[in-house]
């Protein structure tokens, strides 16, 4: 809260920010900013000033200390992982709990954030009672719109964008098998989605699903029920591309199947952006990662209808791809320890922002050197050079292990690694580096097996030459 209060001017937003990014290692000398130091990037600001907003999923019960700080300063909307869900909020007929859904709304209002309602009507993470009951159409909609009618009844005029409907579709186009498709049929969507507009009239009603990124069947079937929905009349606003996306698969046709949509005459929103690979992560996996999200971000602005992003949890502590994709992780913008990525500064420089001259070519070199090694343990020393015309203010450099040596102490940065992945960032008064200027840092280790220098480092998320 304190945070939240000091980026409303312009020196907190500066103070507020170096303070998140430094605040998950300890001792971090760039907690008070250097004079002259590059302003990291502010995602909500960044986008707010785009005309967008930048979301991420929260789990409730994390949100406080570091996370809670991250969540609060860098993100203007936010979507409960689970909280919201019809098996979190009403486990038996008509007994209610809301403490976490409460706990989100309390935060985003506290912290001026819009809310994604996530989601209403669903086949998945659905009560037993629902699921497995024998239901006629009639009762089956009259549960549905009782559900939606106290969900979004008790949240009206606090939910900027409710997900009414989820994941209706297979992956051919053909209508979903759920429990709701079954006994009410095709028009179970349309009666959610007026039930939603009677129970809160000013959220904004979107249809959700995954794999509709690109123009493929899945997504022209919802393209054709948007129309036909549109047609009748029925209350919906815009359509949610959940963007779960792999490692090199971002689809060619994303931005031409946002404008598609927003041809039709709704709003468009990416709700669920991660983007997966196999872990440890390479730097050049980061690397690539970085240039995806940037283009994902890109998509949304390059058409006037697509209101925001939202990723699927913002640090890769809080993602649900490691429990569900075996060998995947790394996915979201911030590692496990709350440092960013290199993919958020891909998000930070398509919503507009640049270092300020921080080595904006990229042009750097890397002289790594192992200086003394014993039977399990080495020090090493590792010089940055600023090969580019302007001035670094402000450095991260990242490389990866290739035989899992661990980085067990630092001096003149603070090293942290996740996995094989290993990321030093400035000790503050080494935050500057003038062209032609070098910074030099080093640390401690420990290997097994051996001891083989990185192959690849990047510098502010830009290969340097090794
Ligand atoms: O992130 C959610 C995870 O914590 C749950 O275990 C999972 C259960 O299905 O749901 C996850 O969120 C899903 C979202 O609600 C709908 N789209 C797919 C998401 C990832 O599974």
Redesign the pocket.
């Known amino acids: 809260m304190k945070l939240q209060s000091l980026r409303r001017t312009a020196l907190g937003t500066l103070a507020a920010a170096s303070l998140v990014i430094g605040g998950a290692v300890s001792g971090h000398a760039a907690d008070s900013p250097q004079p002259g130091a590059a302003a990291e990037p502010v995602l909500r600001d960044l986008a707010a000033a785009k005309g967008i907003y930048y979301g991420t ?1 929260v789990t409730a019960s994390k949100l406080n200390g570091t996370y809670g700080a991250v969540v609060g300063e860098q993100f203007d909307s936010i979507t409960p ?2 909280e919201m ?1 019809w098996e979190s909020v009403e486990p038996t007929r008509g007994s209610y709990n809301w403490s976490g859904a409460d706990a989100v709304v309390d935060y985003a209002e506290a912290h001026g954030q819009k809310v994604r309602g ?2 209403l009507v669903w086949h ?2 659905l009560p037993g009672w629902v699921s497995n009951g024998s239901w006629t159409a009639d009762s089956l909609r009259t549960v549905m719109n009782d559900h939606i009618a106290a969900e979004a009844g008790r949240y009206k005029g606090r939910i900027d964008h409710w997900d009414v409907v ?2 209706p579709f297979n992956e051919d186009g053909t209508r979903r098998q759920s429990v709701f498709q079954t006994a009410i049929g095709d028009s179970y969507i349309a009666d959610a989605l007026r039930a939603a507009r009677a129970a809160d009239p000013t959220a904004k009603l979107y249809v959700n699903d ?1 794999n509709v990124e690109g123009i493929n069947a899945k997504s022209t079937a919802l393209y054709n029920l948007v129309k036909s929905l549109k047609e009748q009349g029925v209350p919906i606003d815009g359509v949610g591309l ?1 963007a ?1 996306l792999i490692l090199g698969q971002v689809p060619s046709t994303l931005q031409a199947n946002i404008q598609r949509f927003a041809d039709l005459g709704v709003d468009v929103a990416i709700t ?1 952006l991660d983007i997966r690979m196999t872990v440890p992560p390479t730097s050049a996996q980061l690397t690539q990662q970085k240039a995806e999200y940037k283009a994902v971000t890109n998509a949304c602005l390059a058409v006037a209808r697509c209101e925001g992003v939202t990723v ?1 949890g913002f640090t890769d502590s809080d993602s ?1 791809i490691p429990d ?1 994709f075996e060998g995947y992780g790394a996915a979201t913008p911030y590692d496990e320890n709350f440092q960013p990525k290199p993919a958020y500064y891909g998000i930070a420089e398509a919503l507009g922002w640049s270092d300020g001259g921080t080595n904006p070519t990229g042009a750097c070199a890397v002289t790594y050197t192992v200086q003394n090694q014993w039977n399990s343990g080495f020090t090493a020393q590792v010089t940055v050079k600023n090969t580019s015309t302007a001035a670094v203010n402000g450095w991260k450099l990242a490389w990866s292990w290739p035989a899992g040596q661990r980085v067990t102490q630092a001096w003149n940065a603070t090293v942290t690694q996740s996995g094989t992945a290993v990321t030093a960032a400035d000790a503050g008064y080494n935050a500057a580096i003038a062209p032609g200027a070098t910074a030099t840092f080093g640390f401690n280790g420990s290997w097994s097996g051996g001891n083989t220098a990185p192959t690849a480092f990047a510098l502010n998320g830009t290969t340097c030459t090794a």
């Open positions: 999923a992982g689970n869900k996530h989601t998945s993470q989820n994941e995954y959940q779960h669920e699927w649900w569900v």
